[in-house]
């Protein structure tokens, strides 16, 4: 059973811009912390960004800071992560992750994963 389903992605240019979204299963949706990592070929995993299950505190990667935006609409069970100012090193697939706790996440845990979507910019 498929807990998370990701979309979008794609391929842009430089500067151009693209949104993921993450729709959950209505449990996992309101119990859990979501965040997006993202892994580019040969480097490790790296966080991108996370929201709370309550409350808007989201937290951002330095890298993507100022650039990305975490979202989450209750009405479609679904996280989102708005990606502008795109650079060629936001390359790589894009995870979506859901755990009951935000601390997990931050080191990279979590009970959930979505299947990945790959996001190319070029130069």
């Known amino acids: 059973q498929v807990q998370l389903v990701q979309s979008g992605g794609g391929s842009v240019q430089t500067g151009g811009s693209l949104r993921l979204s993450c729709a959950a299963s209505?449990?996992?949706?309101?119990?859990?912390?979501m965040a997006w990592f993202r892994q580019a070929p040969g480097k490790e995993r790296e966080w991108v960004a996370r929201?709370?299950?309550?409350?808007?505190?989201?937290y951002y990667a330095d890298s993507v800071k100022g650039r990305f935006t975490i979202s989450r609409d209750n009405a479609k069970n679904t996280m989102y992560l708005q990606m502008n100012s795109l650079k060629p090193e936001d390359t790589a697939m894009y995870y979506c992750a859901a755990d009951s706790l935000c601390s997990r996440l931050a080191r990279g845990i979590s009970d959930y994963w979505g299947q990945g979507t790959q996001v190319t910019v070029s130069s």
């Open positions: 929201i709370p299950a309550v409350g808007s505190n989201t």
């Open positions: 209505t449990y996992i949706y309101y119990t859990s912390c």
